[in-house]
């Protein structure tokens, strides 16, 4: 008769890769909105009629924001540098460089009408 041999349980590896992700992006995701007002503020500004100091307002913010855009992705950037790639590859920080590159597009385009 044969015996069956017990094999040892293995333990379960925790996947923590989406709390490590949360906690890479916390500090770029809090300034979206701090962004995307101004962004939105400036923009219906620039529908309407505005002053050269509005203008150069509404410009130097947008110097500004590419500047902490530029921060940001580089903060993001060293400090997933030695995560894993579940971490660095995870949804969440695709999401948050997807949302970067929007945010430099209504930049540029906000930009562009400031500029006409």
Known sequence: MMQLEEQPRRRRVMDTSNGEARR??????ARFSFWRLDLARFSALAE??????????????????????LAARTELIVGLAEAPQRVSGHSRVVDVERALDNIEASVKQLRG????
């Open 24 to 29: 890479a992006v916390a500090e770029t995701v």
């Open 48 to 69: 309407r009629r505005f002053t050269a100091d509005d203008r150069n307002t509404m410009l130097a913010r947008c110097a500004e924001i590419e500047a902490e855009l």
């Open 113 to 116: 009408k400031l500029t006409q």
